[in-house]
């Protein structure tokens, strides 16, 4: 296993000089990382993922930009997308040239935090970047952290609706060995906006790959945010991901999380609301084979009072595969009339597969309604028995129930293309037949 805190403290050290406030930021984050290495199975947040075990003396990290055609790439486009805003990033880093912004500057604009950081959002990008270190106080976010100066800022503009979504593909170039990339990310959705931003990762290549990433996004008064999340690399691609959606004034965001494939994927979803009468929806999606794991970790953050949030996360473990699910609520002192709901169910198919769940509450106010609760179980044996008798197969009659019991969530997704899409992978995993 190699010592990350020396091979990346040479990087560290090359690296372009950025704006005094990015270079501040790095520094602090670096020290951050110094001090408390990768997370470990020590580390009571990351006790079921052994992100640590990953780093091997063969990884590959540069911050140089690649050459892929649009050829190369379009098999990762997603169905019905063909006029989005593609923002495309190879191995962590923006590729302009590969992207498609169909009417950024009117509604909206990309820069990179680095310009961000020295023009009129440069106040922004002081009091917002970096806001996920509170919550996740811990090497890997660090670690990203360090290198933020290589990543890009997103501003919706006040009023402005987005017809279209803004789709980000990651893709890790994979080819000559194990690939490290690490995507960074600051959003502004601004004041009475709406928006939907998509996130899809592929990999090119037959050697490992890890992709950390963390994103950020500020959600204005009166503005309205859509977050779908997609994860569907390989067996052999490995995901780290922090995702903090703060809602500063009165606003809605809808988060979807759907991870159908991957070696260790741990996913960090965190909604912050800091204004009254905020309302968040997080759902997710989680279909394993093989011996795929993927550790899903979401906090609720209600700090005003008046706030409604509905939590739902299902997921489906076969083989030898793992399911992980870590809810926590925390509802402040000063966050009278909150209404927060968590659920938590799971289905194991495989003799070897397990699920690990613990849904949480934190309460300091005393006029709230919050609930949560988990299940773990196996299919309906007499829902089974239905459908066999009616001339099903056991391989399909299984598939049907496995698909209704993910169907709520898919239900979550507006676009009914990407939702077939979503569903059709689904239905091929599940190996069903019409």
Not at 5 to 14: E, G, P, Q, R, V
Not at 59 to 84: C, R, V
Not at 356 to 366: C, R, S, W
Request: aromatic share 8%; charged share 20%; net charge negative.
């Amino acid at each position: 296993m190699m010592d990350a805190k020396i091979f990346f403290n040479d990087i560290y050290k090359s690296q372009d000089q950025p704006s005094d406030l990015l270079k501040a930021f790095q520094q602090k984050n670096w020290n951050s990382f110094s001090e408390l290495d990768l997370p470990s199975i020590k580390h009571e947040e990351w006790k079921y993922t052994r992100i640590k075990n990953i780093f091997t003396e063969a990884i590959q990290y540069n911050l140089g930009k690649s050459d892929f055609s649009k050829e190369e790439l379009a098999k990762g486009i997603l169905p019905g997308t063909s006029n989005a805003n593609s923002l495309v990033f190879i191995n962590g880093i923006y590729q302009s040239h590969l992207s498609q912004l169909t009417d950024a500057s009117e509604k909206w604009n990309i820069k990179t935090l680095n310009e961000a950081s020295t023009d009129e959002d440069a106040q922004f990008v002081k009091e917002y970047l970096g806001c996920s270190n509170a919550y996740h106080p811990d090497g890997i976010n660090a670690l990203n952290g360090s290198f933020a100066a290589n990543g890009l800022f997103i501003k919706v503009k006040k009023g402005k609706h987005l017809s279209e979504p803004i789709v980000i593909y990651h893709f890790s170039d994979s080819r000559s060995g194990f690939r490290f990339s690490q995507p960074r990310i600051l959003v502004s959705i601004e004041e009475n906006a709406t928006a939907t931003l998509i996130e899809t990762y592929h990999k090119i290549g037959n050697h490992q790959s890890l992709t950390n990433e963390v994103v950020e996004i500020c959600v204005e008064k009166d503005a309205h945010f859509r977050y779908i999340k997609i994860q569907n690399e390989g067996a052999d691609s490995n995901h780290t991901g922090t995702t903090q959606i703060n809602q500063l004034g009165k606003s809605t965001a809808h988060a979807v999380t759907i991870s159908l494939n991957g070696e260790i994927v741990r996913n960090n979803l965190n909604m912050v609301m800091r204004a009254e009468f905020c309302e968040s929806h997080m759902y997710g999606l989680y279909l394993l084979g093989g011996k795929s794991q993927v550790d899903n970790h979401t906090i609720v953050d209600n700090a005003m009072p008046n706030c409604l949030s509905n939590e739902l996360y299902k997921g489906i473990m076969d083989d030898s595969s793992t399911g992980i699910f870590n809810g926590k609520i925390f509802v402040r002192k000063d966050a009278q009339k909150t209404n927060a709901y968590q659920s938590n169910k799971n289905i194991l198919l495989g003799q070897n597969s397990s699920a690990n769940t613990k849904p949480q509450l934190e309460i300091f106010a005393d006029d709230v309604k919050c609930s949560h609760g988990c299940t773990i179980g196996k299919l309906d044996e007499d829902a089974l028995f239905y459908l066999r008798a009616r001339g099903i197969s056991e391989q399909n009659a299984k598939a049907l129930l496995l698909h209704a019991f993910a169907a709520d969530i898919l239900q979550q997704i507006e676009s009914e293309e990407l939702r077939n899409y979503i569903d059709s992978l689904i239905s091929e995993r599940l190996t069903l037949t019409i």
